[in-house]
């Protein structure tokens, strides 16, 4: 048996490439594991760090094309893979030094199509391990799964569903149904392929381990200002439609999509564009869009989906807030919702 490592690679700092190669590279199976590194037009030196990874292991193959983005280097990385198995890390992240020969006995053990498995989120100054030490079985099916990428759910919050790493995928469900990723999606692209692999897969379990470590800055770009966060996130709020509708599922998926676009709306469309710091528009003005957005579809049809459960706490004060059209107070909620999140990230980050 053998595992293709996939790891796409643009801009990563030095450092944090040469670890994760490290660790892949030298496994405890290192033998039965190839490395697939695609460099994505990296402008700041990663091509001389592959280059002088290539020289000293046999196992390494690089790509290098111009930027196209991550979901085409996984995508050319997926091209090239001959393992039996597959398994993405990020080019800023690592693996234990036994995390294939581990998950390789755990699939191969259960027989499944994917295996979970557990991971730290590693901050600068601390490490939150997130592993499921008695997993529940019954929450290893199809459409939990996929319902838990599209609308969360507390029973797997320790496992990183929708992210394509912690997880190691049977090559051949991949290559039967030709799962791949999206071209054109700037966020949330990992979701989107997660769930249409799962819809291929048959057969899914959870192995108790610790093997991946993701690294978390406070620096990351899902926090920086972008005014171009709606017309990107449409994008993926659609395909999670297109999937829904291509695969026929059932009303509760539906509800989730619907739901999904309220919590965009209200969380990285307020967090990344209206309420952002940088964004330096009038605030007259930027309430006045922002009530346009709720007042058209399919936003609107997702507020009244979402007014049927009735949110409670803090999240039914936004939704009071977004169905009685007072920005004001919704824009004011998230810029204290904001600075506390800034505050925690600066202490912990």
């Not at 590693?122 to 529940?136: D, H």
Request: charged share 25%; aromatic share 10%.
């Amino acid at each position: 048996m053998k595992i293709s490592i996939i790891i796409p690679v643009y801009n990563t700092d030095s450092d944090y490439l040469r670890n994760c190669l490290d660790s892949c590279l030298n496994q405890t199976i290192a033998e039965t594991v190839e490395v697939i590194a695609v460099n994505d037009g990296s402008t700041n030196g990663c091509d001389e760090v592959l280059g002088e990874y290539t020289k000293k292991y046999e196992s390494l193959v690089v790509i290098s094309q111009k930027n196209q983005g991550t979901s085409v280097a996984r995508n050319t990385g997926l091209d090239k893979a001959c393992g039996d198995y597959i398994m993405f890390v990020d080019a800023d992240d690592w693996i234990e030094k036994d995390c294939c020969e581990n998950a390789l006995r755990a699939a191969y053990t259960a027989n499944c199509d994917i295996t979970f498995f557990g991971y730290a989120t590693n901050y600068t100054n601390r490490q939150m391990n997130r592993v499921i030490e008695n997993p529940n079985e019954k929450l290893f099916e199809r459409d939990i799964l996929q319902l838990a990428i599209l609308e969360g759910n507390p029973e797997l919050g320790a496992v990183e569903v929708g992210a394509p790493w912690g997880k190691l995928i049977r090559h051949s469900v991949i290559e039967n149904n030709h799962v791949r990723y999206t071209p054109g999606l700037k966020k949330g692209q990992d979701t989107v392929f997660v769930l249409n692999l799962l819809e291929h897969c048959l057969t899914f379990s959870y192995f108790s381990y610790l093997g991946y470590h993701y690294r978390m800055s406070g620096a990351s770009i899902s926090h920086r200002y972008n005014p171009e966060i709606i017309s990107i996130m449409e994008k993926t709020l659609k395909a999670y439609s297109e999937f829904v509708k291509k695969y026929n599922k059932n009303e509760r998926f539906k509800e989730a999509v619907a739901r999904k676009y309220y919590r965009v709306m209200t969380g990285e469309y307020i967090m990344l564009d209206f309420c952002h710091p940088d964004n330096k528009e009038d605030g007259k003005a930027a309430r006045k869009r922002f009530r346009k957005l709720l007042e058209r579809e399919p936003y609107s049809g997702s507020l009244a989906r979402v007014g049927r459960k009735k949110p409670h706490g803090y999240d039914g004060l936004i939704f009071l807030c977004a169905r009685s059209k007072n920005i004001a107070a919704l824009f004011f909620l998230k810029k204290l919702e904001i600075a506390v999140r800034n505050i925690v990230i600066h202490q912990y980050g």
